[in-house]
């Protein structure tokens, strides 16, 4: 057997001297040692130095490490199912040929025969080698084979005295040369492991392949699921200038070309509903949302959302739509509407549970009755429940419920529950419900303690809708990050005139997680976010370092500053520091400095990264805020806090107003900062 151990584990040792590695040149160039072997192959752990140099030994010989010439024309399902019930003695007769490509992932040798397991998308299969049967290049080559490495065989069908199907191998190839090896057992591969390497984990782990293989089929149903109710599949932005849809932190990227910020979107909301008033009555989309918040087993920063809208219709009308579309999904996939997720029981059959959002919190939590109209006796509750849990100063009522339900009601909701009537403070998008103006038509669904979906008649006043838009950018100048912002834009649409009409958003990775019995997010994303690791065990790998450097002789003497409308409250003065620019950076690059939070003492210090050639890094610029109603100043003074002669004078650095575009229809008001 070859030794199999996974050089990626800490106990792999790397040369402290890269003269010690194969092929290693002592200036590190990338020339070929005398041996022919690379010599960056010496930055490689050692044992995939050794497999390399092998690998290399075998092309000298004349094996084509890398083709791409051989078509398989067969797979190992199909063989299993055309010949798996067929008896021993029949295909011993008929002497079915059969074409296949894999990976090797075992071997058992006997003198002059060899067993193989080769692995394909569709399963494996036994291959079955005889010395005196094949061509001597054909025993050598396999000899030469190590597990991992991809082949392709031609040869007949036959069975085993045991009953195990097999291919008598008549002809053999490489198709190609695996120099990494694969961990001898799927156990010696730690989560971590499986997360960072999915390739490894897809290779070594059929239950992998099985999670990822229902994530398709769910999808593929929910996307057949929508048009069979009419639904229109429709793509929207995922770079929005205004984060809008949920509370949530958005990720900003930067658009060169507009010069402009944009944010990844976190949801997609607002675009569906203005397809709603471009009299599109139907349309869905199964989306990819970015939130720039925590990680959990139930949280990761990108994870993909079915999203729908109907005019026309009420929230009521989509709990029946959930209803049917998540029976008939448990049925699709597991071909029964009864599941059993981390050891809990549950079932899709319809209909589900319902309960208010107050009585979730009195019947299901405990909480006594006063903690539905007291902030006190809510907050004494919460500490009575986490007594480590951090309330924020001015925490609202609504808040508080949130708390209640998170550590007292949601663990509890292991059978399919539609929770309603959601207060309208935390529904800023929801339309008013009709029996109570303080309430909302809206639910969220939630199974085995998780919430699946959320769902609610939309809004569909604009004056409402812009009065509640201007209440979460009021909170998010008061120091709540995930406050809305004030889509002015989407208020003008609304006045165009939107149907009624309700939606309703999907999670599709927890969704998976249910059908899968996956215990977290990560186990059902191909590609989960991590932080970086070293690419090579034991070895560091150096940090890209921009080189400090002054600005070229001569330029003006002005840096531009791009900045934002600055908030209410804040001191006249604030002081930037600011530092050499990196090489490369023109003189006349413009920088955005941000809005500091509410509650920033009176001397805030923001780091630049430009400033103009000839001042020292100590140098203070302080600038004054004229009033609210008015642009900022224009004019900076740069002060040196050592003294200057009497003759020298305080150069002048001009500031741009920002160009940003305007967020919506009308002049100034809440941006995002």
């Known amino acids: 057997m070859t030794d199999t151990k996974d050089p990626g584990s800490p106990a792999a040792p790397v040369p402290a001297d890269p003269a010690d590695a194969v092929g290693a040149s002592p200036t590190g160039a990338a ?17 995939i130095q050794s497999q390399t140099a092998k690998a290399l030994k075998m092309r000298d010989g004349g094996t084509e490490l890398y083709p791409n010439t051989f078509r398989p024309e067969h ?41 193989y397991t080769l692995q394909d998308p569709e399963g494996r299969i036994q291959l079955y080698l005889r010395r005196d049967s094949v061509d001597p290049e054909i025993w050598e080559l396999a000899s030469k084979l190590d597990l991992g490495d991809i082949v392709g065989v031609s040869g007949t069908v036959f069975k085993t005295r045991t009953g195990e199907l097999t291919v008598n191998v008549g002809r053999l190839e490489l198709v190609t040369k695996a120099l990494w090896p694969l961990p001898e057992k799927f156990h010696e591969m730690d989560v971590e492991m499986r ?83 471009g009299d599109l009555g139907r349309v869905f989309e199964i989306n990819r949302n970015f939130r720039n918040e925590g990680i959990s087993v ?49 079932s899709f059959k319809a209909p589900f549970r319902k309960v208010t959002w107050k009585g979730a919190l009195v019947e299901i939590g405990g909480a006594p009755p006063e903690v539905l109209e007291s902030a006190p006796a809510a907050e004494a509750y919460v500490r009575s429940l986490d007594p480590a849990c951090e309330i924020r100063p001015g925490v609202t009522l609504s808040e508080l419920h949130e708390l209640v339900f998170d550590l007292a009601v949601e663990k509890k909701l292991v059978n399919p529950t539609f929770v309603t009537d959601y207060p309208t403070e935390m529904s800023p998008l929801a339309r008013r419900s009709d029996r109570d103006p303080t309430l909302t038509d809206r639910f969220e669904l939630f199974v085995c303690g998780r919430e699946i979906a959320n769902a609610f008649s939309e809004l569909n ?30 208020v003008r649409a609304l006045m165009y005139g939107m149907p ?14 249910l059908l899968t019995d996956s215990a977290s997010i990560r186990d059902v994303i191909l590609f989960p976010q991590m932080r970086p690791e070293s690419l ?24 531009r500053l791009r900045m934002t409308r600055p908030p209410a409250g804040i001191p006249p003065e604030a002081r930037f520091r600011t530092t050499g620019p990196p090489a490369g950076i023109p003189p006349g690059a413009r920088l955005r400095t941000t809005r500091p939070p509410v509650g920033i003492p009176p001397e805030v210090r923001l780091r630049l990264t430009l400033r103009p050639a000839g001042i020292p890094p100590e140098a203070r610029i302080q600038m004054t805020w004229l009033p609210e109603t008015r642009r900022p100043a224009r004019n900076l003074a740069v002060r040196h806090p050592e003294a200057r002669p009497p003759a020298s004078r305080p150069q002048a650095v001009r500031m741009v107003p920002a160009r940003r575009p305007l967020p919506g229809a009308w002049g100034s008001g809440p941006r995002p900062s």
């Open 298 to 346: 139930k949280h990761n920063p990108e994870f993909t959302m079915l999203e729908f809208y109907q005019s026309y219709a009420d929230y009521g009308m989509l709990m029946e739509l959930t209803e049917a579309m998540l029976s008939g999904l448990a049925m699709e996939v597991l071909g029964t509407t009864e599941l059993e997720y981390q050891g809990e029981r549950t």
């Open 31 to 47: 020339d070929a040692s005398p041996s022919g072997i690379p010599a960056f192959v010496g930055e490689f752990p050692p044992l």
């Open 461 to 490: 006043d604009p004056l409402d809708q812009y009065g509640r838009f201007a209440e979460q950018a009021a909170r998010r100048e008061a120091g709540d990050q995930e406050g809305m912002y004030l889509d002015r834009d989407y």
């Open 195 to 277: 997360y960072r390497r999915r390739y490894l984990d897809l290779i070594m782990s059929p239950a992998s392949r099985r999670v990822f293989e229902i994530r398709s089929r769910t999808v593929e149903y929910l996307r057949r699921f929508m048009g069979s109710r009419g639904f229109l599949e429709v793509e929207t932005p995922m770079m929005h200038p205004i984060p809008g849809g949920a509370n949530a932190l958005p990720f900003v990227t930067r658009h060169n070309a507009l010069k402009m910020d944009l944010y990844l979107r976190v949801a997609p909301e607002l675009y569906l509903k203005r397809l709603l008033v």
């Open 75 to 115: 797979g190992t399902g199909g063989i299993r199912l055309e010949f798996g019930e067929t008896p021993r003695e029949e295909l011993e007769e008929s002497k079915p040929f059969r074409k296949i490509a894999g990976r090797l992932m075992a071997r058992r040798e006997h003198g002059k025969t060899a067993f």
């Open 536 to 559: 090579w065990p034991g070895r560091r790998v150096p940090e890209r370092r921009f080189p400090e450097a002054r600005l070229p002789v001569g330029p003006p003497p002005e840096a």
């Open 500 to 513: 009624p009409a309700a939606g309703e958003g999907v999670g599709v990775d927890r969704l998976v997680m």
